[in-house]
Every structure is written in structure tokens, then in C-alpha cells.
């Protein structure tokens, strides 16, 4: 069996959670000998490469130069090279299987292209935002209010982006959907996301929930005993306006001095520089006398090779995004280090993080209810020990491609 | 009977007769002037009864004139006798025999009295002027008596005085603007007591009352004239179509007749209006009469210039052949045409062709045309159209025919450029979701002779009708049918695959016998920007004793058509587009309409 991973980028060039979790279904299968001439297929848009070209990028590795042409369909770019390059590679390796994660980069034309030259071939198609259901760049946010969006629909749509007609936004599904009949399965990280994509129009029964897998790691739970407090939070990821580190701050503050005097908050995220001034201000303005004061320590970047060596200086990791989220990497990271999380109680963080069993929820956007749930976290004996004792080893990345390879035996 | 004769254009000696008593009787002549056509005298008499002009030309015709009195004080005063013995006379003519001719003048009085006159010769200009301006306060009689003498209103016109006296009406021409040949409209505002006679007049004497103008209210008028004028500054400003000859840079008057004078309120230039009907009909239609009156304004104003404008614009449609590409293998022998006009947009055509990528039917046996029907879209489309072959696999056409025709014209040319025995009209924003109804619809009309055309039932993307057949209404404030697609927005009845008969079907999706299309002419290309030519379309089949029907398809097609926004807040050009065709429509098909019945009768005439 011939297996093809693609993806819209390679971990070589960029390090989201998508890209990641894609080549390490590639790599899990290449290991093995039934799947070991399967190739991995990642859009680049690298300069130096021509543009709908296919390269090689080491043995069994490709880079596809395309982009999104037209994100309000999703469409291709270059769709001729989906109709030339990509499709000759498509005749010249003729996979058995193709795993498909995510089409935004790619373009939705890849998956009616997948089908049509290899009808035989079976397509797998791992959703990882919501970009085919909302505009906004797949965030279920509305555009202007920043309010949490419920559900899609075109005349809603059409008030995000009153530029688009709702039937604007029929063609735009319409596109899009058809291309997705072409998909034999769909692959979701989170039980949340498929819904969502339940609710616009894939069938349930064409939806599968398999989380992305994590490293097998020996040293990730050591059984903690004793009532000590743990009184160190963590945030690692993204400095952007959708992680909700403004939140995290704001809740810092409403804080007692006197509990918050015991409390280390370590901030482990970069990208604050290229964020909007205002945002940039807001957190300079919450951040300075937190870090004077002590309790906060603005770490700054990390590789993914230092993950865990930084997350066990922690004993929580806080997840305060303001948004829905998918299935965010940084909460099966902290699984595997075996850290209880707080986060906000929606989508695909309430989902991962059981609320008194292996982490506490608070309502999402409130300072107060983190600034709580923080203090409890902090000042209840035994709280951490209870949580961290039902945390549960993430799903391996061998574990999760024998999920995958299910779909299609 | 003693006669003087008298030279031509010279103020004659009076003839007077005495008695012992006095002065008994005289006639004299004053000023004879001619102009063209244009005859006028003028004299008083003396004791006269009758007043009797023989105008005896070659052809020995005696033409009568337009006479009117009026006191002579003067007269009376230098021979001393009472005013009531004297009588000014103005003579006119409409026209004179051409050549030779004679005049005489003979008096009744006592004795006859009588003066001949040789063929009066062309007057000078300065002569014609002393003429005009002597007779100043009798200008509309000379204005009314003059009406088929253009030569001579004009020449009148010119010496008129600008400013009525008494306040008795005021005027002003805003615009005039004409096509040479066509006609034009001319835009203005009069108030006047309602005895005061407006007219307009051009340099060539041709005059059009007023009488019939469209008109409105400006309330700016209103506030600067009620002082003087009170209520008759209501419905000032006035819309008047000019349907003889004009020429560009030429005058246009306004006159204002009171009971004895005329007075010239303003004059403005004809200027150039523009060619393209649907320009014309974007500058007239903001000319702002009231919308309860404006099929009246349509049918005596601006609709014969539209109307005229768009005969003149499609007899000039350029008569070489169409630029066609073909874009994959095309059918041999094809089952049925679809032809698809593209407007504004081409988009559609990735959902279209996605669809059509779908559906058996699509991919071998029809005959798939779109037809570009906007300049800007020719580049994009001759740039993505191989990209959108290769990705679908759908073949098809594209036919530009170098300028933009309109829905009915696109389509025209697309039907023409095509050959299959069936026809399909479909609009760019009806997308399928469901493959087959094309065949369906095809095996159904193939096997209905009696069926002229058979639209399809659409849908709303949420699902709701949005087409399930038309029906006339009557439009009160309109005063016309208008179609309405009864049902739409709803969920509607059950789909069939019986189809349904219906008064008429939209020309969003319209299947048809290439020879009915042909029988008809096709779709008409004189509404204006494009409307009802699909109901007209139906009428034309009906006339030929064909039905129309509509087939309940489940949701299978969608149709995007945008909302219309008229009928809330101010009328849009877009909405006087629609009286317009809808007047057009009326004109043409109120009667046959009207024979039809109410339209929930042919809906429960069901199959």
C-alpha cells in the first residue's frame, strides 16, 4: 500500500500544528513496511521554486509551490497547476491512499482532483479550522464585533462581510461543498469542529473524530502525592489578539496582592511584534508592573525541542483564548507533561480539558472568572494532585496513524 | 365705386369721403408687409361695416382673412369725429397664393368704398420689425392667426417683448435636449393665470402648447412666486416632448398668450441629449413628475424618444459575425442548446460548470453557450475559460458579439449561433444541485407538442421558491399587468414531474423548440436594459396558439436573483426602468392580458 500525506505546508518551513501533525503520519508510515513508499506531498511558497511546480525535497518529501488564489471560494491560485503538475505527479506515483490535511493553501480544487485521476484511490481529509464554514479566516468570529459566532449562515455571513451578498456566500458554499463530496471520509482533531462541519452540511457519518498525536514520552506522568500547593502558571503559544493573554494579565491584576504575591505566571509565546499597535499597547500597558512586582515573567520563544524542559517549570498551563479553538496542540502538550490546564470553557478547549477532572474551565473573555479560578487553582490543597492524578496520556503518534489507517481498511 | 391704387409697402393716402355733415366714410391702409407665406395689413376705416378682402391669385383662389379690431383714437381725434366712428383693422393670413396676385379691400359704407392692391413684394427686415412692433398688443392674434405660418410665428417671436405686464404669468426654459431626427424634451417652469396660453416655439416657427405637458411641483417655485401668484405656482415646472424637426444650437421659446398679447418668457438652446437609450432614459428619467401620472408622461413624453432610441440603437447593431471560442471537444450532434448570457460578472460560471461537470447530459449532448454580453469581461473570460474547460471537463462556447446587447439581445445571438433542436434559456445565476432535470425537461417537451415553452420550478438557496411560474397582475398604480411569480419565498407545493400550465415563465430557465424561438423572433430587444421579454416571450408563443408550463422540480436549480429594492424609499432609476418596460409590455400586450383572466384560474387548470 502506497500512501500520499499532503499538506499546505512543511514542517521545515513552518511549524503549525496541521503541517506537524501531518508529517508525522507521514513519517510513522514510511517506518512501517507495508507503507514505505509513501511520499509526502507539502505546498511551499518558496521564491525559489517555480510557480504549480512539484520538487523534490529529500527522498519521498515534495514541495508543490501553490497558494490561495481566491480565498472566498478557496480556490487554487494556479489552478492549472492542479490540472498539470499535480495531476502527472498524481499519475506517476498513483497512491492507494491520500491523506489530506487541510485545503486552505491548496485550494478545494485538490480534492475533486484527487478523485476524478484516481477514482480508486481513497481520500481522507483532515479538517483542522473552519475556514470552508466562515470567511474570517475560520475563526467563527464576527468580523467587526469580535463576537463569538454560533453558527453560519449566508445572511449572517453577509453581515460580517456586507460587501458579499448572501448569495455571495451560497456560491461560496456551494463551491466548496461540491468539492468536498469528492472526500471518501473526514478526519477531525476535536468532536467541536466536527459538529460544526456536521452543521454545515457533511454528513455525520462522513466525520470522524481522531485527535493529532503527541510523542511517546516516558518521563510525561510521575505520580504526584501530598497536598503542596502549585502556585506557577504557564502560558506557552502565540501572542495574538485570539490566544488571550490580555485576559490572562487582566485577571493577574484582580488578584489580592496578598494570594497574588505567592503566584509565578511564565509567558511563553512570541509574535507579539507583529501584532497591531493598540493590542501591543494594551499588553505593554497590563504587562509592566506585574513583571516589577515579580509575579510575572515574560519568557519569550521557545523551540519545540524546548518544550518540555520549559513546561516543567510549571505546574499549570492556562489556555485563556478568546476564541473557539480546533484542538490546540499546546493542551495535548501539556497532557503529555502531565499538567493540569485552565482554560476557557468553550469548543475544542472544553472539550480536551475536563472541567474538576484534569483541569478547570472558566468563562471565556472573564478576567474575573480566570482571575477565580487561578486562585483556586493556586490556594485549594490537594486541587493540582486530584487534577494532574486523572490527567491521560495523549494519543501517540503511532497510536493516532493506526487510527487513520482504520478509516481505510 | 371709387378705388385707389396703391404701391406696394408704401403707407397709402387715405380714402375718405365727405359730406356736408363731415367726414361720411374712408378706408386707409397703413402697412402692408409680406414674408414668405406671411401677409398681414393693417388700416382702419371710417363709418364701415363689413370689411371684405379679395385676394384674387392666379389660380384665381380668394383666401380669407383672420381679422381684428381695435380702437383708433388717433384717427379719430385728426378728422374729428367721435372714437366709436373709427376702427383699426389687422389683417392676416395663413397663407397667400403664390405669384401674382391682387388684393382688394372693399368698405361698406353707404356707397362702397374700395382700395386694389398689387402683389406686395417681400418686406425688409425693417419694415417686417416696425410692423410687429406696432402691433405688439395684438400679438396673439397675430400669434394664433399665424399658427401654420412658421416663417412668420418666428419672425413674431423675435420681436416679442420678454417681461407680460400686470403679472400675469412669468416663465423660464431650464434645458432642452434633442436628438436631430428623433426629437426631444424641453424643461421649464410657467406660472400663469389659467387663461394665459403657454407655448413653445422654435426659430422655425413650429409651436407645441403646453396645454398637454407633464407637470410637478417645485417647491422652490413656490416659495419665490406664491407672493405673486399664489396657487397657480403648484405644478410650475412641466416636461414637453418636442417631436418635430430640431436643429442642435437652435432656439426654443417660451411663450405666454394673454388675451390680446403674446410675450416671449425665455428661450434656451437645444443642446445634444444622448444617443444610447438607456443614457437618455438615466438623464430623462430624473426629470421628477409624479410617479401616479408617469405611463401618461411615458406615453405622450419621453417613451416615443426611448422607444425611438432603441430602434435606432439595434438597427445599427454591427453586422459582422460574432467572435466565437470553442473551449473542448464540442457535441456533433447535440440534443439541446443551453445559452447562458454573461453579465457584470463571470463567477458564476465555476458553480455553473462545476455543477454541469455533474451531469452526463452536460458533458456529452448539449450544446453549451455562454455569451459574453459585457466588454469588461472578454479578457478575464478568454484567461480563465481554458482553465475552466480543463478543470471540469464541460465543453462549451463563448460568443461575443463586439457590444453589449442586453439579456434579450445576448441570447438572440447565442440561439442563433447555435443548432440544436431544443433551446435552453438560462440566466448565469441558476445553479444546479441535482443532475438530469435537463433531460427530464427535454423528454417532456419532446413529447407535449402543445407546449410552447416549459420553464422549471426554482428555488431560493434556502430552499423557498423563488420561481414556480408567473401570473399577470394589474398594477393600479402602474396602470399595467406587471408578472409576479406567485408563491415565491414559500416552501411551495409538492414537487412533480407533471408539468403544471401557467399564464408565463421566467427566461431564467426556458426550454424551448428551436423552431418556436425562431417563429417568434426570439426574445424582444426593445425593453429597455432588459425586462418582461420573457413574459413577452410567452405572449408571442401564446399567439400562436402554444402553451406555457412549468415543471414543479424539486430543489434542483437555484436561482441567486438578487431582491429587487424598489417599492421602499426614494424611486430608483432601477424602478422607473420597470414602469417603463412595464408600459412598453402594456401597450403592446393589455388587451391580450386582459383576455387571460385572473392567474389562480390557469393555476388550478393543472395537469
Sequence with gaps: MKAMVIAHAHPDFSVGGAEIAAYNLFRILRARDEYRESIFLARSDLASQAHGSIMLRRPGEYLWRQDMGDWFRLRAQNPMAVIGALRDFLKTERPDIVFLHHYAHLGVEILREIKVTLPDCALIVTLHEYVAICNRQGQMVKNNSKKLCYRESLEDCSNCFPERTPQDFWLRKHYIQKHFEYADAFVSPSNFLRQRYIEWGIPAEHIVVIENGQPSSATSKTAATGTRLRTRFGFFGQITEYKGVEILLQALHLIAPEVRAKVIVEIHGANLESQGASFQELIETLRKPLILEGTLRWVGSYEQSELTQRMSRVDWVVVPSIWWENSPMVIQEAFANGKPVICAGIGGMAEKVRDGVDGLHFEVRNPLDLAEAMVRAACEPGLWQNLKANVRTPLSFEQCADSYLALVA | ?607
Design chain 2, 1 to 607: 365705386m371709387s378705388t385707389v391704387f396703391v404701391e406696394p409697402v408704401r403707407r397709402s393716402s387715405p380714402v375718405v369721403r365727405r359730406t356736408r355733415n363731415g367726414v361720411a366714410a374712408g378706408v386707409s391702409i397703413d402697412r402692408v408687409v409680406a414674408d414668405g407665406e406671411f401677409l398681414a395689413i393693417s388700416g382702419w376705416v371710417i363709418g364701415g361695416q363689413d370689411l371684405t378682402f379679395t385676394v384674387a391669385g392666379s389660380d384665381g383662389v380668394s383666401m380669407f382673412p383672420s381679422l381684428t379690431f381695435f380702437p383708433r383714437d388717433d384717427v379719430a381725434t385728426g378728422y374729428g369725429i367721435p372714437d366709436h366712428r373709427v376702427k383699426g383693422f389687422l389683417a392676416t393670413w395663413r397663407s397667400r397664393p403664390r405669384g401674382d396676385m391682387q388684393v382688394r379691400l372693399d368698405v361698406r359704407a353707404g356707397e362702397p368704398l374700395g382700395i386694389d392692391l398689387s402683389t406686395p413684394e417681400q418686406s425688409r427686415p425693417a419694415e417686417l420689425a416696425q410692423f410687429l412692433a406696432e402691433n405688439l398688443s395684438r400679438a396673439r392674434f397675430l400669434f394664433e392667426g399665424l399658427l401654420h405660418n412658421p416663417a412668420a410665428i418666428s419672425l413674431l417671436v423675435n420681436h416679442l417683448d420678454e417681461q407680460p405686464a400686470l403679472n400675469r404669468a412669468r416663465g423660464f426654459l431650464e434645458t432642452a435636449k434633442g436628438i436631430e431626427g428623433i426629437g426631444g424634451l424641453v424643461v421649464g417652469w410657467t406660472v400663469g393665470e389659467p387663461d394665459v396660453n403657454f407655448r413653445l416655439v422654435d426659430d422655425r416657427g413650429a409651436v407645441i402648447a403646453l396645454s398637454g405637458a407633464a407637470r410637478w411641483t417645485r417647491r422652490d417655485i413656490v416659495d419665490a412666486m406664491s407672493r405673486d401668484f399664489g396657487d397657480y405656482t403648484f405644478n410650475a415646472a412641466f416636461l414637453q416632448r418636442w417631436s418635430g424637426l430640431l436643429n442642435m444650437g437652435g432656439r426654443i421659446h417660451l411663450i405666454a398668450l394673454t388675451d390680446e398679447a403674446a410675450y416671449a418668457l425665455s428661450q434656451t438652446k437645444w443642446s445634444a441629449a444622448a444617443l444610447d437609450p438607456v443614457s437618455f432614459a438615466r438623464w430623462s428619467f430624473e426629470i421628477p413628475t409624479p410617479r401616479e401620472t408617469f405611463a401618461e408622461r411615458l406615453a405622450n413624453h419621453d417613451g416615443p424618444i426611448i422607444d425611438a432610441l432603441i430602434e435606432r440603437k439595434t438597427s445599427r447593431r454591427r453586422k459582422s459575425p460574432p467572435t466565437i471560442q470553442e473551449y473542448g471537444r464540442q457535441p456533433a450532434q447535440p440534443k439541446c442548446a443551453v445559452v447562458v448570457p454573461l453579465y457584470g460578472r463571470h463567477d458564476f460560471m465555476l458553480n455553473q460548470l462545476l455543477a454541469f461537470s455533474d451531469d452526463p447530459d452536460f458533458v456529452s449532448g448539449v450544446e453549451l453557450i455562454y455569451v459574453i454580453d459585457d466588454h469588461q469581461l472578454v479578457s478575464p473570460l478568454a484567461a480563465d475559460a481554458p482553465m475552466f474547460e480543463a478543470s471540469f471537463g464541460v465543453p462549451f462556447r463563448t460568443v461575443w458579439g463586439g457590444e453589449n446587447r442586453g439579456f434579450s439581445g445576448a441570447t438572440n445571438l447565442g440561439v442563433a449561433h447555435s443548432s440544436a433542436p431544443f433551446v435552453l434559456l438560462l440566466n448565469s445565476d441558476v445553479i444546479p444541485v441535482a443532475p438530469g432535470w435537463l433531460e427530464r425537461m427535454r423528454s417532456i417537451l419532446a413529447a407535449h407538442p402543445e407546449i410552447g415553452i416549459l420553464g422549471a420550478r426554482l428555488h431560493h438557496p434556502n430552499g423557498a421558491v423563488q420561481h414556480d411560474g408567473m401570473g399577470f397582475h394589474w398594477d393600479p398604480t402602474l396602470q399595467a399587468y406587471l408578472n409576479k411569480h406567485p408563491g415565491s419565498g414559500l416552501p411551495g407545493s409538492p414537487a412533480s414531474a407533471k408539468f403544471v400550465r401557467r399564464q408565463a415563465v421566467t427566461g431564467a430557465c426556458a426550454l424551448m423548440r428551436r423552431q418556436v424561438y425562431e417563429s417568434v423572433g426570439g426574445l424582444d430587444e426593445k425593453f429597455l436594459i432588459g425586462d418582461f421579454e420573457d413574459s413577452d416571450l410567452c405572449l408571442k408563443v401564446r399567439e400562436k396558439g402554444l402553451e406555457i408550463a412549468c415543471l414543479p422540480l424539486p430543489v434542483t436549480l437555484i436561482h441567486l436573483e438578487r431582491q429587487s429594492l424598489s417599492g421602499i424609499g426614494t424611486p430608483t432609476f432601477r424602478d422607473y426602468v420597470v414602469r417603463y418596460n412595464a408600459w412598453r409590455h402594456q401597450m403592446r400586450w393589455g388587451a391580450a392580458i386582459a383576455k387571460l383572466g385572473a392567474p389562480d384560474k390557469q393555476r388550478a387548470d393543472s395537469k
